[in-house]
């Protein structure tokens, strides 16, 4: 493909969904090429980028998302991109088109009406949601943690009932109120979040709750399957099951979750365990309105079947990355999981991809290089393994190391965004906030 269309129209390269791969994507993307030649469009529903993994951090209060957001608008000018805000609905293959939903004002007025943006080439990169299985109550009762407004919504509701337990506290000393939290689903959201609960319950004292100590938060973590934290070795699984339990947590795995109601968790061994706040952390899927999308081959999940190249099965101009996207390697029984690092690496081989294809050379193929599994209990402890040649395999990690390796996901993600002088400052700037800071945001 020329650099400039025959029709004298800039070659357009439209990336829909600016997350953990699809921000690093267009970032690349905009600094390679030539604003004269190249117009390369981010369209995301929401105007700042926040990196999910820290939400269960926003959610409960330890990280203030304010100052570790990304404004779109401004990261598009420093990188040489555009951005668009709005939700992709539909893609139009046959006239290369995506269409974007009517974007209204928060009273409900139109914006902007339903509109189309032209592509030469087009990223799917819009993440997963939340997968509650078709269980009864759940999408009504229980909160997910997919999206910045998510954990700002989880946090006010916990900061109100452990102020509602303050008051009674107040009133009646000898008051057994608590403040009971479930979160359903043992893997690293469910696990990292529980821990982090604790640390917040630990620090309201010190902001006008004198009364609340963690002694008045019940968390219980449940899980189907017979051990949290699957991805892990069955030890490191186990030290964290008890670090939670020191905590305080009630770990309940083999634990099958049959309904959710306004004010508890229905198990299947009929245990009905009551609660305030109810979290939904136990798996992903696509959004459903990518099923099917313009005619291409997408999973029961509704996931986008993508090639080794990225591409998208059945269109060559369309590729997918990031949870979004379901490719199984050769030879592998299960499809890439959906985590950041899978779509970093992804985001690295749609770049390749995309100047091989523009300069008509051979893509290559996507190879997923598992760096390992890191869980960090919030300041308590981090577990996790480590793969790869460095470390010859496969290595158990525990305490500071893991800490640290754990935070250099981060860091290698603000690199990405924001190259390495911003990224190496934001990240100075980030340990200054610690220590200046309040150690939790209670509004
Ligand atoms: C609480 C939590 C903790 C996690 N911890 C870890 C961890 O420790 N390690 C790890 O590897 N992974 C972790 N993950 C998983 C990881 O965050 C995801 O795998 C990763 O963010 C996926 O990247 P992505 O680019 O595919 O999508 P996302 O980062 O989810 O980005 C999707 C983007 O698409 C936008 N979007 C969605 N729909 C539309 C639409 N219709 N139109 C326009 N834009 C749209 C969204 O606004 C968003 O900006 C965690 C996830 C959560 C929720």
Redesign the pocket.
Known sequence: MPRTRADGKKTQIVV?????????LVTRLGSHFSRDDFDIIL????AT????????EV?AGSLDANLDEVGYRGHAYRWGYRYFD????AIDRAAQQVV??PICDEDGSEVIGRHRIRYDYLVI??????NDFGITGVKQHCL????RPD?DRFRRKLLNQCLRVSRALVADPASDATVKVVIVGGG??GV??AAELYSAADALGFYGLEVFDRQRLQVSLLEAGPRILPLLPEKLAAAAHGELENLGVNVLAGTQVVAATATAIHCKDGNIIPCDIRVW?AG?KG?E??HEIGGLETTRNHQLRVRATMQTTLDDSIFA?????SYTPPGAERPI????????Q??QTVFHNLRAAIESRPMKDFVYEDKG????LARYSTVGSLMGNLVGGKMAIEGRLARFV?TS?YRMHLVAIHGWMKGLFLMVVGHVNQVVRPKLKLH
């Open positions: 829909v969904g600016g997350g953990a791969g699809g921000l690093e369209v995301d529903r929401n980028h926040i990196w999910k993994p820290l939400l269960h959610a709005g939700a992709l609905e974007i939903a990169a819009v993440g997963s949601v939340s997910a943690l997919e999206s954990a690293a959201t990292e979040l952390a992903v959004a309105f990518l990355l990031g949870d979004c996207a999981p959906p985590r950041a690092q899978a779509a970093h992804m985001a599994s890191l869980v960090n754990y996901l």
